[in-house]
């Protein structure tokens, strides 16, 4: 009788142990497909504006919005974009927030259009 109760605790013990793991993996697993969703989604949005003209640059920059497969998996996403050009060369910073509840660190990609005024080759 004392073996029984034993091998009945130590399975529940296991039980809830690999339980508790299963859960964990799967919420890993579920954020890192969600930051490899936003970062795939900013990489596409930088690359398509680095590309365009300044003008055209400024138009699409204003009405800058998430693919629709993106906001499918990941309703409260939300895309800031920055247009800086000081010092450090003409650039683009996107970002992108994905989950306002937890305290997660957006994801952040930077696209030069012009480089520094002192690395420029100038013939």
Known sequence: MPDLIVGSVLVVALLSTVTTFSFRNRRVLKDARHQQLALDEVSNQLERLVGLSDEERLLAIANLKLSDPLLNALPQA?????????????????????????????????????????TRNVP
Request: net charge negative.
């Open 78 to 118: 939300k895309l800031t974009s920055e247009l800086l050009d000081d010092g450090n060369g003409k650039r683009i910073e996107l970002a992108i927030h994905w989950n306002p509840i937890e305290d997660a660190v957006p994801i952040r990609l930077v696209g030069w259009i012009e480089p520094p005024l002192g």
